[in-house]
Each structure stands twice: as structure tokens, then as C-alpha cells.
């Protein structure tokens, strides 16, 4: 069989076409919304990003950047994530999606967060492996970041049941250990920190399982109620 230039020519034009369509692959578009919208530095803000798209494959790895730095602060397989902002401001939050093959696309959006009456955190201070054991005891540290005047303020936790609590820094209140709740007197200003301290016993039977912490901060004046933020899972491994 003869096969004239012209179809050679044709033949390595197609030839070229089909690597180069092999090897072409659309970036994808990154996408997020986040909730709510007006956000204060106590809100658990969710950030979801499943409305990002890849054209012609699938998206692998989301990167979250929180506070605009450029520096990736989270890297997760899935769409969806949350965060606390622990000072008011307006946060620029960048994403950065990666397809299957690669390549990225990324958005940038501005994160409005108002300063609450009062910032409060808790951070449980577990070992190193992240879970606690039967038995040991795990130190609950609650600070209150005073960002108005305020009057009467209340703290109640609710600690898994039938675990043992000891108190260890009450921070000026009054503990009511029945009820595990605190009560302060006296009259906070602007830029005053409290902190509550306490430590709470894994029952030696406690299965492994995750526990819940719930906690209520309310105060008289300004009145408030706002959820305790912050750690609020104890994992028990035994
Ligand atoms: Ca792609
Ligand atoms: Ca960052
Ligand atoms: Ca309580």
C-alpha cells in the first residue's frame, strides 16, 4: 500500500491532536460560601466549598488560608470545614483547589467578624496522642476576654455525666460545684481576662467513645447568652 505525503502529514497532525488532547486538562474553578454572615468572635463559621468545579475531572485537595497571610492553615479531601476567628476584623479567607490532574484554581473572599461583649474559649489540655484514658484526668482551661463593660456575668458547664470534677482557678467567681456553674459579683471593664480552671476524671469505667462538653455564658448586662466555644469533645481511648 502507498500512502501519498499528504496523508502522512494528516495522519502525524492527528497524531499530535490526540496527545495534546490526552494531555490538555481545565483547571478547576474554586468557589465558597460561608455562614453565617456576620459572624462575632464566638461564632463557628462554616466554610463550604462544594460549589468549586472541575471541568473535566474531579477536585482532590481544598487549601484554606483564614487570615490572608498566604499560608495554607488547613488542607482537607472534603468541601466543607469551620472556623473561630479569635479577633474581630476583616479576615481575607483564600482557597485553593487542586484537581486530579494537578491543576489549581483559587478564590479569595473577605470574612467581616464583629468583637462579641466577650470572647470566651475553652482548650482542654489532653496528652499528646489527642484521647484520654480511663482513670486520668483531663485540665479544662475557660478564658473569658472582657471586650465591654459587663455585669453579672455566669458560667455554667456541663461535663459528661458521672464524671468527677475538682476545681482548680474559679477566677474571681463563686463556684456552685452542684451545678458546676460560676458566678462573679463584681463589675468587668474592657480588656479584663478571666480564666476557670478545672480538672475532670475519666471514670475508670468509661468506655472508648467520644464525649461531649456544653457550656452557657450569660450575663446580666449586657444580657447574653452564648455557648461556651472552643474544645468540646473528649475522645476516650482505652
Ligand atoms: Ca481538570
Ligand atoms: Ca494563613
Ligand atoms: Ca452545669
Known sequence: MRVSAKTLILLAMLGALTVAYAQ???PPRADFRFSPQNPD???????????????????????WDFNGDGRFD??????????????????RVNLRVTDNRG?????????KVTEAPVTIRRALLLPPSGSA??????????????????????????????????????????????????????????????????DL??????????????GLLTSFSPRLAVAVVGDSEIRVAR
Open 74 to 91: 488547613e488542607t482537607k479531601t472534603t468541601p466543607i470545614t469551620t472556623r473561630l476567628f479569635d479577633r474581630a476584623g476583616e479576615w
Open 103 to 111: 491543576a489549581t484554581g483559587a478564590i479569595s473572599k473577605i470574612v
Open 201 to 214: 476524671v475519666v471514670p475508670p469505667t468509661a468506655p472508648a467513645s467520644t464525649f461531649a462538653l456544653k
Open 41 to 63: 468572635t464566638n461564632t463557628i463559621i462554616t466554610f463550604d466549598a462544594s460549589s468549586s468545579r472541575d471541568p473535566d475531572g474531579t477536585i482532590i485537595r481544598y487549601e
Open 24 to 26: 490538555s486538562n481545565a
Open 133 to 198: 484514658a480511663p482513670g486520668s484526668t483531663v485540665r479544662v482551661v475557660i478564658t473569658l476576654r472582657i471586650n465591654q463593660t459587663m455585669n453579672g456575668l455566669g458560667l455554667d458547664e456541663d461535663p459528661p455525666t458521672g464524671w468527677t470534677v475538682k476545681e482548680v482557678q474559679n477566677g474571681g467567681a463563686i463556684l456552685k460545684k452542684s451545678e458546676l456553674q460560676w458566678l462573679w459579683t463584681q463589675r468587668f471593664s474592657p480588656g479584663q481576662i478571666v480564666a476557670v480552671i478545672y
